[in-house]
């Protein structure tokens, strides 16, 4: 009895010291995990803080000699070192613009027409092409603009424009001088149709996400299609509509190589749209490597730190936004 008595009770406490053994190696691998994945959120932050103190510590000395002026000046002479910015800025939110305008309303309703209309047998090859114009090289769409799409607007659209609105005020400026092909406007469409595949991508998904007992529900109480789409897919995902949205202007702001090819790269501000402009990643692109002088490389990176601000504002805003939808939601 006493024999079995010890092998039973040693028996026990090697299953518990094997238990413990085993509860503390998972411990661990939880504790690893844990501080492995909390690294990688902090280096995000320690990057972003990295990336605005470059910035701004190569801004500073393009900054401390134009001062506010460097903002609203539109003159830009490497030969003088007069520097001013708000022609590049103009040039940026214009073509974004530009682009939201056109790439907003067609993505969302080709992504109805994919989760809504579109036979089944259409909906994999239309999907698959939309994704792949998100992995065509920019540089790709700047020849293409320059050499196929910019004569094409040069003969055909831009005239048809200046003689259709060539009488009315307003878009008589907006739509006025000699059709160049390139400029302000053509980079805006590029510019659409490079944004268009990550709002169509991403509205797409959230349609999709949408319960049908949703959707069955209200065509039994014999609502429309559109009707369907409005008053239920579109609520249901909104908050998912505007984060591919912005997304998108994200891409916009920052979009360099294709707007450099047709955008005309001119440093002034025109009312009208076909003329040529520029814009603040176009302008550092072209002229980074010519820079010669502290002050003209530091106008340039002052160029980057304002594109910065502006796309973070941009974004700061988007998310503020959906905050406010969601807190309405409940």
């Given at each position: ?86 022609a590049p800025i103009y ?176 440093h002034k501000i025109s ?60």
């Open positions: 009895m006493v024999d079995v008595a010890l092998h039973g009770g040693a028996a026990v406490t090697a299953e518990v010291e094997s238990r413990s053994r085993v509860l503390g190696r998972l411990r661990l691998t939880d504790a690893a995990f844990r501080n492995l994945t909390r690294a990688a959120a902090l280096a995000v932050l320690a990057i972003l803080g990295g990336v605005m103190l470059s910035l701004v510590s190569g801004a500073l000395p393009a900054l401390r000699e134009f001062g506010f002026n460097f903002l609203i000046e539109e003159r830009w002479n490497p030969v003088t070192e007069k520097f001013g910015a708000i040039g940026t939110v214009v073509t974004s613009f530009i682009a939201m305008l056109i790439a907003v309303p067609v993505g969302l309703m080709i992504a109805m027409f994919l989760t809504e209309l579109c036979p089944m047998r259409l909906r994999r090859p239309i999907g698959i092409a939309i994704e792949l114009l998100a992995g065509i090289p920019s540089i790709i769409y700047g020849i293409w603009g320059l050499f196929v799409f910019a004569p094409f607007l040069q003969q055909y659209v831009q005239p048809a424009l200046i003689a259709a609105f060539g009488e009315i005020p307003i878009l008589s400026t907006l739509f006025a001088g000699p059709p160049y092909g390139i400029g302000v406007l053509t980079a805006g469409l590029i510019l659409a149709i490079m944004v268009l595949p990550f709002i169509t991508s991403i509205s797409r998904d959230v349609f999709d996400a949408v319960p049908p007992m949703l959707k069955e529900s209200a065509y039994g109480l014999g609502c429309t299609t559109w009707e369907v789409i409005r008053y239920v897919v579109l609520p249901y995902t909104r908050v998912g509509v505007i984060g591919g949205i912005m997304l998108g202007l994200g891409r916009a702001l920052g979009e360099t190589m294709a707007v450099t090819f047709v955008i005309g790269n001119a009312g009208s749209i076909l003329a040529p402009g520029t814009t603040i990643s176009a302008t550092i692109a072209n002229e980074f490597t010519e820079a010669v002088g502290d002050l003209y490389t530091s106008a340039l990176i002052a160029l980057g730190l304002i594109l910065f601000v502006i796309t973070f504002i941009v974004l700061a805003f988007a998310r503020y936004m959906l905050l406010r939808i969601e807190k309405r939601i409940g």
